[in-house]
């Protein structure tokens, strides 16, 4: 039968919960789309004021770095670094066991609809159970919760269990599954992983997650004590920054946003051991 975590949210301490919540916060506050929403907002306050050569400076600051998103992959420029830190497809003989980061999931859509749900990281999914399936012998560990900031008010479908109805419903055993349903983020992920696991000394573990974040979780692993780890870096978004030239403000919006926020998330987990 499955091994799963069965700890709730009770585990967590008050200083993880806070660290969560402003960690959360801070993230709205880097989305390039609230500092739009924001300069549009101090443009308002200045008509009322009746500074209208202000509130034409800012309406056309505003205007103008809504054009240059909507047209240039300007996100592109960061995330290609972050994604080019460990090579794709690595040569693999021998594999122990298989960690998969939670992230490509809804856990409510999936509770709404009684089907698996995915996003835009679906691919973390897919290529896990291509990984699962290529090493029948391998252990996997299915890792993650909720990381929304509103599922601390009310109970979410963990993100591991969602992943690993993907698993059950394309013929993996589940006594192949390690379920750690308490994380919420990529340092809780390195840590409860490792404490559910138990890698020996010798094994040799895969870490699946998007490649704009395997940076930050390969650090976030390794001070979690975990040895023999390869990277397998899947859900690449850099498409090339003239190929992604033309009118895409959301697209450009998202990837810019993921960008900023993997680019502090690295500082900050630097600048804390995490």
Do not use: C
């Not at 998007?210 to 397998?232: C, D, K, Q």
């Amino acid at each position: 039968m499955v091994i799963a975590d069965q700890h709730g949210s009770a585990d967590k301490g008050p200083m993880d919960t806070l660290v969560f919540v402003i960690s959360k916060l801070l993230t709205l506050l880097l989305r390039a789309e609230t500092w739009a929403a924001l300069l549009l907002a101090a443009a308002l306050i200045a008509l009322v004021r009746g500074r209208l050569r202000a509130a034409r400076r800012m309406l056309s600051i505003a205007l103008a770095g809504l054009l240059a998103l909507g047209i240039f992959p300007l996100g592109d420029l960061l995330i290609v670094p972050l994604e080019r830190t460990y090579p794709a497809n690595p040569q693999l003989t021998h594999v122990d066991g298989i960690i998969i980061l939670g992230g490509a999931e809804d856990g409510a859509g999936t509770a709404r609809h009684h089907q698996v749900q995915l996003n835009a990281a679906a691919e973390r999914v897919t290529a896990g159970l291509a990984l699962a399936h290529r090493f029948p012998d391998a252990r996997i560990l299915l890792s993650g919760s909720s990381g929304d900031l509103r599922d601390l008010a009310r109970e979410s479908m963990p993100g591991a269990e969602v992943m690993a109805a993907a698993f059950r419903e394309t013929g993996i055993p589940q006594a192949r599954l390690l379920l750690e349903t308490r994380s919420r983020n990529t340092s809780e992920n390195a840590r409860l992983s490792h404490d559910l696991a138990q890698p020996e000394p010798g094994e040799t573990w895969l870490l699946v997650t998007s490649a704009f974040h395997m940076r930050r979780a390969m650090a976030s692993f390794e001070r979690a004590g975990w040895g023999e780890l390869i990277p397998y870096p899947v859900d690449y978004r850099d498409d090339g920054f003239l190929d992604g030239i033309g009118w895409d403000l959301a697209g450009h919006l998202d990837t810019l946003d993921l960008a900023i926020k993997e680019w502090v998330g690295i500082a900050a987990y630097a600048a804390s051991g995490r």
